[in-house]
C-alpha cells in the first residue's frame, strides 16, 4: 500500500517532464476532464498489461494532469477512476523512447458509488512533447510484414526518408557510414564497415520493439549525421512466455530469372543454373519470466545454425592456388586437382548465439538491467572458389571464424519529486580471425595476366599464415564502447537535460602480415605436398618481359616469396566526447519550444600518436504548434545540426599508421633457380633462406591528415505536421531540406616523397606522391525531400480487424561528394589543384549531380494487414505489401588523357588518365520498379497457453526483374571503343555504338523467393 502511495504522488508531480532521455522505456501523459471540459483533480489511474513489473499508478493534480514515466515498451489497458463519474479506459500500444498522450472524458452519474467503466473515446497519440521524427515499430507488427528480416533492416525498410540498402542506409540524405545503430541505447555499429550489427546481439524474438529516427533534434542525440536506429529487447514479466522457433529455407523455392531483352533485341540471362534443393534451418528458442516476482525477471534466447554441407569431390576445386605437375615444364601450372588425384573439401559452417538479460526493480521508480550476448561464428575455411562450379560453391563461403560478445548495464531512476538520471556502459566487440585454409600456414599465390609487369603484384594481400591453427593471426578487433549519463531536470513547464557521453570506436588496422609480422608467398605446390620455389637472385627472370614468363594458361608464379611488416599497436582508436544540454518549454497547450547545444571533441590515434584532435559545437532547435491544443493537428517547424564520427570507416583503410605500412619483401636465396626446385614446410618458413630486399613499402610517407578535421556537419531545416486520429491512427507529411558542410576529400600533390630504407640493408626503394585527407574547399551536397507516413485502423473488432499503413518518399540528393557513399571510403584521389591550373572544370571530372542509388525520386510503400480469429482460437493474419522506386539516377564515363606536362615531378604512381562524366552525372536514369510481397501467418492454440505458429513468406510475388547497373537509356549508347581520348575530347556526349558495347544491366536481383518460419510459443 505504500508503494502505491508512494507511485501516486509521485505521478502527480512528473507533470512537466517529458523524459526525453529514455530510449529504452516510454511516458504516458495526459489530462482528465468532465463532460464540460474542466479538468478533475484526483482522478486514480490504473496502468495494467503483461509487460508490467510492479504497480503503476498515478492521481491527477489540480489540473487534472497526470504522467506515468519509465514504462517498459509493450501492450497496456489505462484506467481512471473517480467517485461521482462513470469510470473509462483505453488500450494502446507504448513504443520505446515515445511519449504518448491520453485524454479521459469522465460523465457524472446520479448514483454516487456506481461503478461503470466506458471506452476511452480518443486512442493514445505522440505527444507534443516529443523531441525527434521518428518511426516506432513493434516486433508484432513487423512480424506481420513480408520485411525479409525481424530486426532493424526491416523496421529500416518500412520506414520513411530512407534509401539505399538497409544494411547501409542513407536517412535523409546522410553519408551511408554515419547511421548510427543501437541496442538498448549501446552502440552495435561496426567500426569498419560501419554497418548496423544487431543481428549478431540480438535474436528476432526478444526484440520488443525498434525505432527509426530520422531527425534526432534534441541535442542528447549524437554521432549520427544521419539517423539512428534503436532496437529495444524485451524485459521479462510476472508470467513466463516463450517460443520455439525453426527458420526454412531453400534455393529450389525460388524461381529462376530471365531472360531480359535488352537494346537491339540482345537477350541477357540471370540465374539459369540449377538452384540448390538442400534445406537451410536456424534454430531459435526463448523463454522469459519472474525470478522474484514484481522484483527481478529474466530473458534468455538461442540460436544454432548448424548448416554443414556434406563432403564434396571435385576435380574443379582449387586447394589454394595452381599445383605444380613435375616433369610438364613450364606449362604445367594447372587449377586445383587432377583426376588422378581429386581433391576432397569439407566446409562446416556454424554459428551460435545465446542473449540474455535482467531487469531488476529494487524499488519503484528505480530500474536496472544488465545483458549480454555470446555470439561465435565458425571456424569454417574456404578453399580458392573462383573456379568452382555452382554445386560446390557452398564450400567456399568463408575463411572466418569470429567471437562477437555484446554486454552494457543500464540504471534509471527517480529522484525526489523533480528529477530523473540515466546511466548506461556498454560494449559491442567482434574478435574476427581469417585463416589461410586447412593446416596451411602458406599463402599459395599466382601472378594474372593482368599485371602490367613482373612487380606490379606487390600490393596483393589479404590472407594470413596461420600455422595450421585458425585463431593464431592477430584478431581483427572491430568495438564499439558506449558510456553515458543523463540527467532530467524540471519544474513545472520548464524541462532541462544535461548530460555526457563517450563513443569510443576501436578497429583492427588491416595488416598485409600474419603472425610476428610475416606472411609466405609461394608460386605454388607439387602432389607429395612440397613448395615450389625459385632462386630470385642472380636468375634471369630479373630481367624477363611478363609476354616471356607467362605459359599457356596465362598464368606465372609469383616469385616474391617472403614479406614482413612493421611494428606497433595494431589498433586505431576514435573517441568522441560529448556534453549536451537540451531545454523544453510547454508554454500552453498550444505552444512549445525546445532549444539545445551539443559539444562534441573527436580523437583519431593509432600507433604513431594523435593524427586529429577536433571540436564543433551544433545548435538544435524547434518550435511546435497544437492548432486545437488537444494533441490532434501538430505543427512543427525546427532546425538542427548533426555532427557524425570520424570513424575507423573514413580513415583506417587509408590514413590509419599501421604496422603493415611498413613492408620489406625478401627472395629466395639458397637451391636451384629452376622453376622445378622444391622445399619443404619447414625450409620455407625459416626466415634464414631469404636474402635479397627487393623493395620496401612505408604508406606513411606518403600522406599526411589535417590535424583538425572535423566529421561531416548535416544542417536540417525540417517542417510538419502530424495529425492523431481517435482510434489510434495517425499521418504525418514532413518537408526536410538538408545541406552538408565539412565534406572530406583526398588530394593528391606531385611532390616526391622517398621511402626511407628502414631494413638497413639496401634494399630498393620507391618513391610516390603526397596525398592528404582535408576539408573539400568546393564540396557541395544537398538534399530534399517529402516524407508522409500514414497507419489508419479500417476496422477494429474482436474477431477481425484491417489496418492500412505505409508511407512515401520524394527526395532528391545532389553532391559532389563520393568519399563515404560506400561501406567503406573511396580510395580515389583528386589532384584539384592541378585540374584549376589547367582550366579543367571540376563538372566535367566531380560534378554537381545525384548519386548513383543514392538518390530516387520516388519511393512508396504501403501494407494491407487483415487479422481473423475464428471461434476456436485460430488466427489467420495477411498481409499484402507493395513499393514502387523510381529508377535511380546513374552516370556515365568516358576516360580521358591528362594533358602534356600536367605533372612535373618524378614521383612514381601518378595518374595519367581522368574521367569525364558524359553529360554530366546523374543524367541517366535506371528503369523504375514495382514488387509485391505477401505474408500469411496462421496461430493454433493446443493448450493452454502454448501455441503452434507457421509464417510463410512469399517475396515479389510476380516476379518482377529489377536490372542492376546502366540500362535502357533511351536508345542512346556509348561508344563501344574503350581507347582513351585525348583531353580535351572535341565531343565528350554519348554516340551510338552497340547494345554489347554498354547499356546491358550487369545483374539481376529480385528474383521470387519464399522462407517459412515455424514453432511453437506460450
Avoid at 547511421?179 to 538498448?184: A, H, K
Avoid at 554443414?308 to 599445383?323: F, K
Amino acid at each position: 500500500m505504500k508503494t502505491l502511495q508512494r507511485l501516486t504522488a509521485l505521478g502527480a508531480v512528473l507533470v512537466g517532464t517529458s523524459l526525453m532521455a529514455q530510449e529504452s522505456v516510454g511516458t504516458i501523459v495526459g489530462i482528465v476532464r468532465d463532460a464540460n471540459g474542466a479538468p478533475i483533480a484526483g482522478a486514480h489511474l490504473d496502468l495494467t498489461g503483461p509487460k508490467l513489473v510492479g504497480q503503476r499508478a498515478a492521481t491527477t493534480n489540480e489540473r487534472g494532469e497526470y504522467r506515468m514515466p519509465l514504462v517498459l515498451p509493450g501492450e497496456y489497458q489505462l484506467s481512471v477512476r473517480k467517485e461521482g463519474y462513470i469510470g473509462s479506459k483505453s488500450e494502446f500500444r507504448l513504443g520505446a523512447g515515445q511519449t504518448l498522450r491520453q485524454e479521459f472524458g469522465l460523465k457524472a452519474i446520479a448514483t454516487a458509488g456506481t461503478q461503470v467503466e466506458v471506452v476511452a473515446a480518443f486512442a493514445a497519440g505522440v505527444d507534443k512533447t516529443e523531441t525527434k521524427t521518428s518511426t516506432n515499430i513493434s516486433a508484432e507488427t513487423l512480424q506481420a510484414l513480408p520485411t525479409g528480416s525481424l530486426n532493424s533492416y526491416g523496421a529500416l525498410y518500412t520506414a520513411p526518408g530512407v534509401v539505399g540498402s538497409t544494411q547501409y542506409p542513407v536517412v535523409r540524405g546522410g553519408l551511408t557510414g554515419e547511421t548510427q545503430f543501437t541496442v538498448n541505447g549501446i552502440s552495435v555499429r561496426d567500426s569498419v564497415v560501419r554497418q548496423g550489427r544487431q543481428f549478431e546481439v540480438v535474436i528476432d524474438d526478444l526484440i520488443e520493439d525498434i525505432s527509426v529516427i530520422q531527425s534526432p533534434l534534441n541535442a542528447k542525440y549524437g554521432n549520427a549525421s544521419g539517423g539512428i536506429v534503436n532496437a529495444v529487447t524485451k524485459t521479462g514479466g510476472n508470467d513466463f512466455s516463450g517460443s520455439l522457433r525453426v527458420k526454412l529455407s531453400k534455393g529450389s523455392w525460388g524461381a529462376l530469372s530471365g531472360p531480359v531483352i535488352g537494346r537491339g533485341g540482345a537477350t541477357w540471362l540471370s540465374n539459369g543454373s540449377v538452384q540448390s534443393d538442400d534445406l537451410s534451418k536456424t534454430y531459435e528458442y526463448t523463454i522469459t519470466g519472474p525470478i522474484i516476482k514484481d522484483v527481478l525477471t529474466f530473458t534468455y534466447a538461442g540460436r544454432i545454425n548448424p548448416v554443414t554441407y556434406p563432403v564434396a569431390t571435385s576435380t574443379n576445386i582449387v586447394d589454394l592456388g595452381r599445383n605444380y605437375l613435375p616433369g610438364l615444364g613450364a606449362t604445367a601450372w594447372t587449377y586445383g586437382a587432377s583426376s588422378g588425384n581429386p581433391m576432397v573439401g569439407t566446409g562446416p559452417r556454424k554459428s551460435s548465439t545465446n542473449q540474455y538479460k535482467l531487469f531488476w526493480l529494487p524499488a519503484q521508480g528505480h530500474q536496472v538491467e544488465v545483458f549480454y550476448t555470446d555470439d561465435k561464428l565458425g571456424p569454417y575455411f574456404d578453399t580458392q572458389y573462383g573456379n568452382l562450379d555452382q554445386a560446390n560453391q557452398s564450400l567456399a563461403a568463408s575463411n572466418q571464424s569470429s567471437e562477437r560478445p555484446f554486454y552494457g548495464i543500464n540504471y534509471r531512476g527517480i529522484f525526489g519529486s523533480n528529477s530523473i538520471l540515466d546511466v548506461k556502459y556498454g560494449k559491442k566487440r567482434s574478435a574476427v580471425h581469417f585463416s589461410s585454409g586447412p593446416l596451411d600456414p602458406v599463402t599459395v599465390r599466382v601472378w594474372t595476366n593482368a599485371a602490367t609487369s613482373f612487380f606490379s603484384t606487390t600490393g596483393s594481400w589479404g590472407t594470413y599464415a596461420t600455422n595450421g591453427d585458425y585463431l593464431s593471426p592477430a584478431a581483427e578487433v572491430r568495438q564499439a564502447e558506449t558510456a553515458s549519463a543523463n540527467f532530467n531536470w524540471f519544474s513545472g513547464a520548464h524541462n532541462v537535460d544535461v548530460g555526457v557521453e563517450m563513443l569510443k570506436e576501436t578497429a583492427f588496422l588491416p595488416e598485409q602480415s600474419g603472425p610476428n609480422r610475416r606472411v609466405f608467398y609461394m608460386p605454388g605446390r607439387d602432389l607429395t605436398g612440397n613448395y615450389v620455389v625459385y632462386n630470385y637472385v642472380g636468375s634471369t627472370a630479373q630481367t624477363m618481359t611478363s609476354a616471356t614468363l607467362r605459359n599457356s594458361n596465362a598464368y606465372i608464379p609469383e616469385m616474391r616469396t617472403y614479406q614482413d611488416g612493421g611494428s606497433g599497436d595494431t589498433q586505431n582508436y576514435d573517441t568522441t566526447w560529448s556534453i549536451y544540454a537540451n531545454d523544453l518549454w510547454t508554454l500552453s497547450n498550444h505552444w512549445s519550444v525546445m532549444g539545445g547545444l551539443r559539444f562534441d571533441r573527436w580523437e583519431d590515434k593509432d600507433r604513431a600518436g594523435t593524427n586529429i584532435k577536433s571540436n564543433a559545437v551544433s545548435p538544435r532547435l524547434e518550435v511546435k504548434y497544437d492548432i486545437q491544443g488537444n494533441n490532434v493537428h501538430l505543427l512543427n517547424l525546427s532546425y538542427g545540426e548533426f555532427r557524425g564520427t570520424i570513424g575507423q570507416g573514413n580513415l583506417g583503410g587509408l590514413f590509419a599508421h599501421r604496422p603493415g605500412n611498413q613492408i620489406a619483401r625478401r627472395f629466395w636465396s639458397v637451391g636451384s633457380t629452376l622453376p622445378a626446385a622444391t622445399a619443404t614446410l619447414a625450409d620455407i618458413t625459416n626466415p634464414a633462406n631469404y636474402g635479397y630486399v627487393y623493395t620496401v613499402q612505408d604508406a606513411d610517407a606518403l600522406y599526411t591528415v589535417n590535424h583538425g578535421l572535423k566529421p561531416e556537419n548535416t544542417h536540417e531545416i525540417q517542417l510538419g505536421y502530424r495529425r492523431n486520429f481517435g482510434n489510434g491512427g495517425f499521418f504525418r507529411s514532413t518537408l526536410v531540406y538538408r545541406w552538408f558542410t565539412d565534406l572530406w576529400y583526398r588530394t593528391g600533390f606531385d611532390a616526391v616523397v622517398t621511402i626511407p630504407d628502414f631494413t638497413g640493408q639496401a634494399a630498393t626503394v620507391p618513391t610516390g606522391y603526397l596525398s592528404k585527407l582535408d576539408t573539400d574547399p568546393q564540396g557541395k551536397r544537398r538534399f530534399r525531400s517529402l516524407e508522409t507516413e500514414w497507419k489508419y485502423p479500417i476496422v477494429r473488432g474482436t474477431s477481425f480487424t484491417l489496418d492500412y499503413a505505409g508511407n512515401w518518399t520524394f527526395s532528391r540528393l545532389y553532391s559532389t561528394e563520393t568519399w563515404r557513399e560506400g561501406n567503406v571510403a573511396s580510395s580515389g584521389t583528386r589532384f584539384i589543384d592541378k585540374y584549376n591550373a589547367f582550366g579543367i572544370s571540376q563538372d566535367s571530372y566531380n560534378p554537381y549531380g545525384p548519386l548513383e542509388y543514392l538518390s530516387t525520386a520516388n519511393v512508396v510503400k504501403g501494407w494491407l494487414s487483415a487479422a481473423i480469429t475464428s471461434k476456436r482460437g485460430i488466427k489467420n493474419e495477411v498481409t499484402l505489401m507493395g513499393s514502387y522506386t523510381s529508377g535511380a539516377p546513374y552516370s556515365m564515363a568516358m576516360t580521358q588523357s591528362l594533358p602534356a606536362g600536367y605533372f612535373t615531378s618524378g614521383a612514381t604512381g601518378l595518374p595519367t588518365t581522368m574521367p569525364e562524366y558524359l553529360n554530366g552525372r546523374g543524367r541517366f536514369t535506371s528503369p523504375d520498379y514495382f514488387q509485391c510481397d505477401l505474408q500469411w501467418n496462421v496461430t493454433v492454440p493446443l493448450k493452454g497457453k502454448l501455441q503452434f505458429f507457421t509464417y510463410v513468406s512469399m517475396y515479389n510475388i510476380f516476379n518482377t526483374i529489377m536490372p542492376n547497373g546502366a540500362y535502357n537509356y533511351a536508345g542512346v549508347y556509348r561508344d563501344s571503343s574503350t581507347a582513351i581520348r585525348p583531353y580535351p575530347d572535341t565531343n565528350p556526349t554519348l554516340q551510338v555504338g552497340t547494345p554489347s558495347g554498354f547499356g546491358l544491366p550487369n545483374s539481376l536481383s529480385g528474383r521470387r523467393s519464399f522462407g517459412i518460419d515455424m514453432g511453437i510459443k506460450f
